[in-house]
């Protein structure tokens, strides 16, 4: 019998309210003789936050809006759990004892220092916040190597690379092959692209997801950061990553070996199943999910990404080549630049335009720690948002071009 039939595991959901964090816990509902919900965070959605609480009963609960906190404390005064707030509190509650893995699902650089304490206390981490490692993959990857932590990935694409590796520690990697579904604007044109709006930035054709990462999605950045991300989960260098478009997101990334056979991990765009598996890992166990049917897809198609247009891709593989606090930069630019679009405040190409400007202006750090970091963060978030509020939203890259 497997150890995970012998032992529950107590799971942290570090953004348990957005859309990873909701079905990591669907994961656990229909696996509570495996897994227990132990630490549920949230951002602003107390109201969410109280209805998981409720149902999975967790010993605590940090909403980190503290002016949300009495609102949490209140509803939950009558149960177990323990109510927390603030931002420091996410970061301390990660070394508790009882938990087995960290899951990572909050949104953006915030991932950080939670994700660092979690490893030096020895946790597992399911890793769903890949700006964590866009931001400090050598020191991450460094820490969990001296701390003997498992970094495992909850994105679909880095998922699919780990189970292909499965088995290969012996062969070396020629390059890896990350899809990417092309998003809502696939094929389109600078110039349409020029006054797209937010709703329809919004509708990804294949995945449900949160605003920011759909956005993302959508520009292309998300392909971006997770190079980025892969170069450090699987110890890369630049030339061994490719991209490639794949509408229909059957075949979520391939390794290609240097004998030339490709390993591709399939299955329909659902993320309860990396989820699951991160949790399960390195067991595989059965459940509901619905199943791929080849006869349903007659056509599995590929193309090049089209950078010139998306420029985020190209961005984000500068940043990677230039190393150092790079990636930091166009990290912090991009969440600055993507809240400037959904707040209506930026265009669509106006972004490449802010993360561009940033990655110019803020002084490159070669061998930076976690104090750099910090600041590299701080700073670019303040240059983008002077950025954003000097560009008008017509202002694109082709009118200043």
């Not at 816990?25 to 107390?46: C, M, R, S, Y």
């Not at 044109?189 to 919004?202: K, N, P, S, Y």
């Amino acid at each position: 019998m497997s150890e995970i039939n012998n032992r529950l595991k107590y799971i942290a959901i570090l953004g348990s309210t957005g859309s990873i964090g909701t079905q990591t816990l669907e994961v656990i509902e229909g696996n509570e003789q495996l897994f227990k919900a132990h630490v549920l965070t949230a951002q602003n959605n107390a109201e969410l936050l109280i209805a998981q609480c409720l149902k999975f009963k967790p010993a605590y609960a940090v909403i980190c809006n503290t002016d949300k906190y009495p609102q949490v404390k209140e509803a939950l005064a009558n149960t177990d759990t323990k109510v927390l707030a603030g931002h420091d509190s996410v970061k301390s509650i990660v070394t508790d004892g009882q938990i087995d893995i960290v899951l990572t699902a909050m949104v953006g650089f915030a991932g950080l220092e939670p994700t660092i304490n979690a490893i030096k206390a020895g946790k597992d981490i399911a890793l769903a916040n890949k700006e964590t490692l866009v931001v400090a993959g050598e020191l991450i990857t460094a820490l969990a190597k001296e701390h003997n932590v498992k970094l495992l990935p909850v994105d679909s694409e880095h998922s699919a690379i780990f189970q292909c590796l499965a088995g290969e520690e012996q062969n070396p990697i020629e390059k890896i092959i990350i899809t990417a579904s092309g998003g809502p604007f696939r094929g389109k044109t600078a110039d349409f692209l020029t006054d797209v709006t937010r709703a329809e930035a919004l509708k990804h054709p294949n995945w449900v997801m949160g605003a920011k990462i759909t956005i993302d999605s959508a520009s292309l950045m998300n392909k971006g950061l997770e190079v980025i991300e892969a170069k450090w989960l699987f110890d890369l260098q630049l030339d061994q990553i490719d991209v490639v478009i794949h509408p229909q997101s059957i075949i979520h990334s391939m390794v290609q070996f240097q004998d030339g056979s490709i390993k591709a991990q399939m299955g329909l765009p659902d993320m309860k199943l990396p989820i699951q598996y991160a949790l399960t890992y390195p067991n595989r166990i059965a459940n509901q999910f619905k199943r791929f049917d080849f006869a349903a897809y007659s056509n599995l198609t590929f193309e090049k990404p089209d950078t010139k247009t998306f420029r985020n891709l190209q961005l984000a593989y500068n940043a990677l080549d230039k190393g150092g606090n790079a990636p930091c930069i166009i990290n912090a630019a991009n969440e600055v630049a993507v809240a400037g679009f959904l707040n209506n405040e930026l265009g669509f190409l106006a972004m490449s335009d802010v993360i561009e400007t940033c990655m110019e202006r803020i002084a490159y750090v070669e061998t930076p720690v976690l104090d750099d970091y910090l600041n590299t963060d701080k700073e670019t978030r303040i240059l983008a948002q002077q950025l954003v509020n000097q560009m008008p939203k017509a202002l694109t890259y082709l009118d200043i071009k």
